[in-house]
């Protein structure tokens, strides 16, 4: 079995900081890329920006510049750094990682439970 675990969301005013973790447990072979994708009501779940294994970094255009995606291997653990949030960024966040669970498995895609960001004007 797999977990993912989000934390750090919160409220925050406009031009506020807020960092978010992912923590990927169980059993795990190794981790292809993580990532971090937010939704907001009505609307279809978007890219906020990913990260491989190798360090190799993939951002929204709305968000360049203003997010900082990294990660720790030796904790599978991927954080997304928001400066400068707009309230337009409010939204559940959700990690993502596509791994192998043991040698010779096939990759799957595994999602936390999401996590609330609040920008406020």
Request: hydrophobic fraction near 30%; include cysteine; aromatic fraction near 10%.
């Amino acid at each position: 079995q797999v977990q993912l675990v989000e934390s750090g969301g919160g409220l925050v005013q406009t031009r506020g900081s807020l960092r978010l973790s992912c923590a990927a447990s169980g059993t795990i072979f190794s981790i292809n890329y993580m990532g971090w994708y937010r939704q907001t009501p009505g609307k279809q779940r978007e890219l906020v920006a990913t990260i491989t294994s190798g360090g190799s970094t993939n951002y929204a255009d709305s968000v360049k510049g203003r997010f900082t995606i990294s990660r720790d291997n030796a904790k599978n653990t991927v954080y997304l750094q928001m400066n400068g949030l707009k309230p337009e960024d409010t939204a559940v966040y959700y990690c993502n990682a596509e791994l192998r669970r043991g040698l010779g498995f096939g990759t799957l895609i595994y999602w936390g439970q999401g996590t609330q960001v609040t920008v406020s004007s």
